[in-house]
């Protein structure tokens, strides 16, 4: 474990020689969304591959670089790019940019995702507030010797996603898209999409979207006493709710249509908190 947080230090040493000012809210960019990279003024870039100790994005879209600078003049970090279990990483090294961030001093992160919709009165293009999530499927992030340097063994999860940030949201939404939707997340491993059957089940235990990532780092930062909130995408209906072939290109051209509501909403978002 020590070993570990040498390797963790080293990382945030080689952060902070690179940026003068470290911000307090951290924006983690799903599939297709990258996009609100492009809005952030006076950046400064770091390659994953370029710090010590840090993953690689492997997957198409994911351009793998941590970027400091402004949105609408707020100081934010953003990945444009996160991992996945899916990728062959442990879910330890999938979560290692959120411990990071808490050392880095980040107070609020927000989670994005592209997500298949479970709920029949979602469409491909809505975007949903994460109220909740359903991950006993894989296994657990925090599992093995508990970091006291980050949080208690035990956590309490009922308000894993900020609930005061979910209502600043609803209000967003509804200010800037006239409407929000809201629903339970589920974390699959990936990375084959879901059988038909696996998304009844789902819905059966009240899923409304499902996707193969998030939850880790939502479970890590709420264990690190980052506040968390997340949007998700719909990008394709799940398999089963509609006969649609899914694929991973349908999924990130969904994105990009959704992606100027979905700038308006966190830049907006990020100025209320």
């Not at 990945?79 to 062959?88: A, S």
């Not at 995408?233 to 994105?255: Q, R, S, Y």
């Amino acid at each position: 474990m020590n070993n570990y947080i040498n390797e963790m230090m080293e990382s945030v040493n080689f952060i902070k020689d690179k940026v003068k000012k470290i911000p307090k809210i951290a924006i983690v960019l799903g599939s297709g969304l990258g996009s609100l990279a492009d809005d952030i003024k006076n950046k400064v870039i770091i390659n994953y591959k370029d710090i010590p100790n840090f993953p690689v994005s492997t997957v198409v879209g994911h351009k793998g670089e941590l970027i400091f600078g402004t949105l609408d003049k707020i100081p934010v970090i953003a990945m444009n790019g996160r991992f996945h279990y899916y990728e062959g990483y442990d879910l330890q090294k999938v979560t290692y940019p959120i411990r990071i961030f808490k050392l880095l001093g980040i107070e609020t992160i927000i989670l994005t995702n592209a997500a298949g919709g479970i709920n029949e009165n979602f469409k491909k293009g809505d975007l949903m507030i994460i109220r909740d999530q359903l991950s006993f499927f894989a296994e657990s992030v925090l599992r093995g010797p508990n970091m006291e340097e980050f949080g208690e063994r035990f956590i309490d999860m009922s308000n894993l996603y900020n609930k005061e940030y979910i209502n600043i949201l609803k209000d967003v939404m509804n200010d800037i898209i006239g409407e929000y939707k809201e629903g339970v997340y589920a974390y699959m491993k990936g990375p084959t999409y879901e059988t038909p059957a696996e998304i009844k089940a789902l819905k059966i235990l009240g899923a409304d979207a499902v996707g193969m990532s998030t939850v880790p780092e939502a479970v890590v930062a709420h264990h690190s006493s980052i506040k968390v909130v997340g949007i998700s995408c719909i990008t394709n209906m799940a398999a089963g709710v509609t006969n649609e072939i899914l694929t991973h290109e349908d999924v990130k051209k969904t994105a990009l249509k959704a992606e100027e509501n979905f700038k308006k909403i966190v830049k907006e978002f990020i100025k209320r908190i």
